[in-house]
């Protein structure tokens, strides 16, 4: 894996965290992973619908 910096609004980090004191994720990183994943997905069921992808799959 690959490490990623990015910035995210305090509110929005607030949530993740949430997310993880709740037990719905281990941590963040697993909390972000996981947005990453379902919006490739969202992604790719919108190109395969219109037939064509824009960007290479991962």
Known sequence: ????????????????EQLVETGEYPN???????????????QDTRHDQAGKRTWAKV
């Open 28 to 42: 963040r990183s697993e909390a972000i992973r996981s947005a990453v994943r379902e919006m490739i997905n969202e």
């Open 1 to 16: 894996m690959e490490r990623v910096t990015l910035r995210i609004p305090k509110q929005q980090i607030e949530e993740v």
